[in-house]
C-alpha cells in the first residue's frame, strides 16, 4: 500500500544549527512533492514545491532536495531559528491515485529549536 | 496572506445537534477541499469541488455533506453531530494547475459532547 513516513518523534536542534527533516514514501510515483508548515491550531502554510525531475530547490534559508532512486525528501533549515519550531508536512502529488489531484499528506514532524 | 477564512475557530456542540462549519475564499480559486486532521495525525480529505455546483467525496468516509453554490463558498454540514464527529476540519483553495500550492484556513476545532 501507499505511504508517506516522517520522522514521528520530535526533532530538537540547537539554535544556529541546520535542522534536515525526512520525508520517505513506497509504491508512489510522485510528480511533485510539496513542503508545508504547520503551527498549532492552524491551517499549514505552503513552503516549497519540488518535481520528480528536480533535485534540490532553495528558498531563502530554506533547502529541499527530491531524490525519486531512494524515495525521499530531505528538508533542510539552516542557521535556524525559535521561530522555525513548528510541525513541518510533507505532500506527494502521485498521477496513480490518492486524494482529489492525488495530494496526499504525510503525518508531519514536530521541530523544536533551542534557544 | 491567504485569503481564506473559516468560522467558527471553536465549536463545542451537543450530541444530535445539526452544525454548519463555514469556509469563504476570496481568491476566485475554482478548486475548494475539506480536511479532517486529528492531533498527531495527517490531513485526510474528506470533501472536495472543483466548481460551482460541483462536489465529489474524498479518500475518507465522512458522514458530513458539502454544497458549492458560489464560488467564494464551500460549508461542510453535519445533520447529526457525534462525539465520533470530533476532530479539527481545514478548508483549503487553490487556483487550477495541477502542481499549484493549497492555501489553508485557521481551521475549526469541533468538539462533540
Known amino acids: 500500500s501507499q505511504k508517506i513516513e516522517q520522522n514521528s518523534e520530535a526533532l530538537n536542534i540547537q539554535e544556529g544549527k541546520t535542522a534536515t527533516l525526512t520525508c520517505n514514501y513506497t509504491n508512489y510515483s510522485p510528480a511533485y512533492l510539496q513542503w508545508y508548515r504547520q503551527d498549532p491550531g492552524r491551517g499549514p502554510v505552503f513552503l516549497l514545491l519540488i518535481r520528480e525531475n528536480e533535485k534540490e530547490k532553495r528558498k531563502e534559508r530554506l533547502k529541499v532536495t527530491f531524490d525519486t532512486t531512494l524515495k525521499q525528501s530531505l528538508f533542510h533549515i539552516t542557521a535556524s531559528q525559535p521561530a522555525d519550531s513548528a510541525t513541518y508536512l510533507c505532500?506527494?502529488?502521485?498521477?496513480?491515485?490518492?486524494?482529489?489531484?492525488?495530494?496526499?499528506f504525510g503525518k508531519g514532524t514536530h521541530l523544536i529549536i533551542q534557544p | 496572506e491567504a485569503d481564506i477564512y473559516q468560522t467558527p475557530r471553536y465549536l463545542v456542540i451537543g450530541t444530535g445537534k445539526k452544525i454548519t462549519l463555514e469556509c469563504s475564499q476570496t481568491m476566485g480559486h475554482d478548486k475548494m477541499y475539506w480536511y479532517q486532521q486529528d492531533p498527531g495525525m495527517e490531513l485526510h480529505l474528506i470533501h472536495y469541488s472543483y466548481g460551482v455546483n460541483s462536489t465529489e467525496k474524498g479518500d475518507l468516509s465522512s458522514e458530513s455533506t458539502v454544497s458549492r453554490i458560489r464560488t467564494e463558498h464551500f460549508p461542510l454540514t453535519l445533520e447529526s453531530a457525534r462525539p465520533s464527529h470530533t476532530s479539527q476540519y481545514l478548508c483549503a483553495s487553490r487556483i487550477s494547475g495541477v502542481s499549484e500550492k493549497l492555501f489553508f484556513g485557521s481551521g475549526t476545532q469541533l468538539s462533540v459532547l
Open positions: 505532500a506527494l502529488l502521485s498521477y496513480s491515485g490518492g486524494g482529489a489531484d492525488g495530494l496526499t
